[in-house]
């Protein structure tokens, strides 16, 4: 429509709220992942082990199964057995993150795009978040609400004493789930903000988990002490996994050093998605 003819009106339609533009980034992100086959596919294979598992809480309870078997001294449902679903699914959501987060900020930097959402009632705080919750609803969707489900079924059908004295086991799957998600987030758009060829940041994600593990593990043979672990990210996540399961920790890891370690991870992406999320930027030839 032409200006002057000055027919044009404002936008009279409802408004989003504030709090939840952020998941508007999420919406337009989700219909890319809806049209690739392979991601579809993955997810699917993520519940998988969900229901092996709750199949295995189920056994102790049918009476074929323990006429059969002795099912309940072969399995035990506690706080190892959980400890051990959210290992099996944080591994997967580390490889599904390896895969979606490359794209998340590098095409939007490729293209220049951030002067299109911030010339809007869009934040950088929301723009983080929001690109954070395109992963942070899928890492959950295959982490801590089946996790959370199978310990409600769990409770279930051992009864309230079994759900009151284990409670902690709920709150250690939906805490420690949470601190993995966080972090395999942040350090996911940091890679993507810094590194624009999606196959380069995936493998930076890849070297910053696998490749620290072994540089930190060489540090404590090396100098003969646990702290050269505190580089090793999955070392970190379990002695906080195995502290919040209440599980003998093994890795010689203190949690508060292991939370601490994370914590400067976590600081470290917020710093380098700092200084590339911006409305312009400057070159200096």
Same mark, same amino acid.
């Given at each position: 429509?032409?200006?002057?003819?000055?027919?044009?009106?404002?936008?009279?339609?409802?408004?989003?709220?504030?709090?939840?533009?952020?998941?508007?980034?999420?919406?337009?992100?989700?219909?890319?992942?809806?049209?690739?086959?392979?991601?579809?596919?993955?997810?699917?294979?993520?519940?998988?082990?969900?229901?092996?598992?709750?199949?295995?809480?189920?056994?102790?309870?049918?009476?074929?199964?323990?006429?059969?078997?002795?099912?309940?001294?072969?399995?035990?449902?506690?706080?190892?057995?959980?400890?051990?679903?959210?290992?099996?699914?944080?591994?997967?959501?580390?490889?599904?993150?390896?895969?979606?987060?490359?794209?998340?900020?590098?095409?939007?930097?490729?293209?220049?795009?951030?002067?299109?959402?911030?010339?809007?009632?869009?934040?950088?705080?929301?723009?983080?978040?929001?690109?954070?919750?395109?992963?942070?609803?899928?890492?959950?969707?295959?982490?801590?609400?089946?996790?959370?489900?199978?310990?409600?079924?769990?409770?279930?059908?051992?009864?309230?004493?079994?759900?009151?004295?284990?409670?902690?086991?709920?709150? &250690? =799957?939906?805490?420690? %789930?949470?601190?993995?998600?966080? /972090? #395999? @987030?942040?350090?996911?758009? !940091?890679?993507?903000?810094?590194?624009?060829?999606?196959?380069?940041?995936?493998?930076?994600?890849?070297?910053?988990?696998?490749?620290?593990?072994?540089?930190?593990?060489?540090?404590?043979?090396?100098?003969?002490?646990?702290?050269?672990?505190?580089?090793?990210?999955?070392?970190?996540?379990?002695?906080?996994?195995?502290?919040?399961?209440?599980?003998?920790?093994?890795?010689?890891?203190?949690?508060?050093?292991?939370?601490? &370690? =994370?914590?400067?991870? %976590?600081?470290?992406?917020?710093? /380098? #998605? @700092?200084?590339?999320?911006? !409305?312009?930027?400057?070159?200096?030839?």
């Amino acid at each position: 429509m032409a200006v002057y003819k000055r027919g044009y009106e404002g936008y009279q339609g409802k408004l989003t709220p504030e709090w939840s533009r952020f998941l508007v980034i999420a919406r337009q992100a989700y219909r890319r992942v809806l049209d690739s086959k392979l991601m579809i596919t993955f997810l699917v294979l993520s519940f998988v082990p969900p229901a092996v598992y709750a199949v295995l809480i189920y056994l102790p309870h049918n009476a074929g199964a323990l006429q059969i078997f002795n099912i309940r001294k072969l399995l035990s449902i506690d706080a190892s057995f959980f400890y051990h679903f959210i290992a099996t699914q944080g591994f997967l959501a580390f490889v599904l993150t390896a895969f979606l987060g490359p794209g998340l900020i590098s095409a939007d930097l490729a293209n220049n795009a951030l002067p299109l959402y911030f010339c809007r009632p869009f934040s950088r705080a929301e723009y983080v978040v929001g690109k954070m919750s395109v992963l942070a609803i899928l890492l959950s969707a295959i982490t801590w609400i089946p996790g959370l489900l199978l310990f409600a079924f769990q409770s279930y059908l051992e009864g309230f004493t079994w759900f009151r004295e284990n409670f902690y086991i709920g709150s &250690a =799957l939906f805490l420690g %789930s949470w601190i993995w998600i966080v /972090l #395999l @987030s942040l350090l996911a758009l !940091a890679m993507s903000a810094w590194v624009k060829w999606k196959l380069a940041a995936g493998a930076l994600i890849v070297a910053s988990v696998f490749v620290t593990a072994g540089f930190g593990e060489a540090m404590a043979n090396m100098l003969h002490t646990e702290s050269g672990g505190l580089i090793n990210i999955l070392k970190d996540m379990d002695a906080v996994w195995f502290s919040l399961f209440r599980l003998t920790n093994n890795t010689g890891l203190a949690f508060e050093s292991a939370v601490g &370690a =994370l914590v400067a991870v %976590s600081g470290l992406c917020l710093y /380098l #998605l @700092s200084r590339k999320i911006r !409305a312009y930027e400057v070159e200096r030839s």
